[in-house]
């Protein structure tokens, strides 16, 4: 079946611009996280969705970052006015309805901030 | 504030050898904890959950367990191939913290 995909796969951007990245979680899911994975480091957690439920926010860095679910499927992560350090992989995932569910992740886009 | 280490941050083994990968996390209150790979310009694959109130978890060669109390999880590998060769990532999941990740140990199996 169909995983979680997501979109673009590379992206290349100029400083100051702004960049959507879109998720497509896996039908049926109703969790769905962003992460950030930057060079050398872990996966950092941005952004949490859960059903109909106000989204967790608590990990977003800076007001810059922002997301929203339409329809409780697929998400878009707005980055406003990037910036260098805003380069990274982005992840994307979801899960089945409780928190403690099996994730699963999708291909990651590459966000290079020149 | 929850954190998660992982131990070695690389590895390198010759084809065939058992392995065993450490994770420690400094709160013991969590749900569950997962291991997961990575392989290179890939997203993460789930390898194992962990419930909090499980011991260990089984999937082919690869084995886990938690022992909550102290804040570890170690992820054995038998018989190890060329094709584990990857990112392997724990991460702790609470309620107040969501799903914390480790950086990770990059291990390389040799033919």
């Known amino acids: 079946g169909a995983g979680v995909s997501q979109s673009p796969s590379n992206k290349v951007t100029e400083k100051g611009k702004d960049v959507e990245l879109r998720c497509d979680p896996i039908?049926?899911?109703?969790?769905l996280y962003w992460y950030r994975q930057s060079l050398g480091q872990g996966l950092e957690f941005l952004i949490y969705?859960?059903?109909?439920?106000?989204?967790?926010k608590s990990g977003l860095p800076s007001d810059r970052f922002s997301a929203e679910r339409t329809g409780g499927s697929v998400s878009t992560l707005t980055i406003q006015r990037t910036q260098q350090e805003d380069s990274a992989v982005y992840l994307c995932?979801?899960?089945?309805?409780?928190?403690?569910?099996?994730?699963?992740f999708g291909p990651g886009t590459r966000l290079l901030v020149l | 504030k929850q954190e998660v280490t992982q131990i070695p941050a690389a590895l390198s083994v010759p084809e065939g050898e058992n392995l065993v990968l450490n994770c420690s996390f400094t709160?013991?209150?969590?749900?569950?904890l997962q291991w997961f790979r990575q392989d290179p310009g890939k997203g993460l694959t789930s390898l194992l959950l962990?419930?909090?109130?499980?011991r260990e978890q089984t999937s082919g060669r690869l084995n886990a367990s938690l022992d909550k109390s102290s804040g570890r999880s170690t992820l054995y590998i038998a018989a190890s191939q060329p094709g584990d060769s990857a990112t392997y990532l724990c991460?702790?999941?609470?309620?107040?913290?969501?799903?914390?990740f480790g950086t990770g140990t990059r291990l390389k199996v040799l033919a």
């Open positions: 709160d013991s209150a969590i749900y569950n």
């Open positions: 991460a702790v999941f609470s309620g107040t913290y969501k799903y914390i």
């Open positions: 962990i419930q909090s109130s499980q």
């Open positions: 969705f859960q059903g109909n439920s106000a989204p967790d």
């Open positions: 039908s049926g899911h109703t969790a």
């Open positions: 995932a979801s899960s089945l309805a409780w928190e403690g569910e099996t994730q699963y």
